[in-house]
């Protein structure tokens, strides 16, 4: 059994209506290029992302809630993290 294979199981309620990351301002493409290479790194879900044209992404919707995003940048370029509502977010299914 692997990471992604154990990830794929978990189901998750996603609040459209609120984000519960958000990024500076919103423009993903004026953050700090370090910073956002951090996250790109430790994300667990692979979430923070640079494509082979160096634009950014970011989707909060399978977060696991893990908070290691927030302790590594919530200083600098993370201007929100909250835990989801309630019913909202992941759920997980193993272990
Ligand atoms: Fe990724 Fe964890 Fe941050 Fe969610 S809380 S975006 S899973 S690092």
Not at 21 to 49: H, M, Q, S, T, W
Not at 67 to 82: L, Q, V, Y
Request: aromatic fraction near 8%.
């Amino acid at each position: 059994v692997n990471v992604d294979e154990l990830i794929s199981l978990n189901r998750y309620n996603v609040d459209e209506e609120n984000a519960h990351i958000e990024l500076g301002d919103g423009n993903l493409e004026a953050l700090d290029a370090a910073e956002f290479e951090k996250l790109v790194r430790v994300c667990p879900a692979a979430l923070y992302k640079i494509d082979e044209n160096g634009v950014r992404s970011f989707d909060y919707a399978g977060c696991l809630e893990c908070g290691t995003c927030r302790i590594c940048c919530e200083d600098s370029i993370i201007s929100k993290w909250e835990n989801p509502n309630p019913t909202m977010g992941v759920q997980y299914r193993f272990g």
